[in-house]
């Protein structure tokens, strides 16, 4: 399992600073997720599916990474929960770095929670918790 959690999240982190150049793969970044999905935030919790919508909603989300100067994603640390053979929670450490106008580069450091299954071997969301990302935005000065 953590051999397949790790493969999972460098594609993920790969697909992810190619999408903040441009060139977003989006068949490949939707197979990361599995068909349906939940996420968490302090919005409130969702469910959804990997279909077109979800794809758009991708495309949004990183342009408006790329709007608001974000230049790169990098990920510190992986940590596992496991909850049985097929089923984890990978603790994602990430480190962001955002472009601010007249100002030098700010990094900042962030915590996603993925909810991980395997299937045939692969590793893929079906689902994550996430912090108030647009107070940590605010707080850094990035919008």
Known sequence: METAVGKLFERYERLFNRSLGG???MDELVSLYACE???????GVRTGKNDAQFQRALADGYARYR??????????????????????????SWVATYARKDQPDVTVDFDVHYLVRM??????V????????????EKHGIV
């Open 126 to 137: 079906f689902g994550w918790v996430t912090g108030d990302e647009q107070a940590l935005l």
């Open 37 to 43: 999905f939940i996420g968490a935030a302090p919005a």
């Open 119 to 124: 299937l045939d071997g692969e590793a893929t």
């Open 23 to 25: 060139k977003a793969d």
């Open 67 to 92: 709007a608001i100067g974000t230049k790169a994603m990098r990920i510190r640390t992986i940590r596992l929960s496991p909850m049985d053979t097929l089923h984890c929670v990978a603790h994602v």
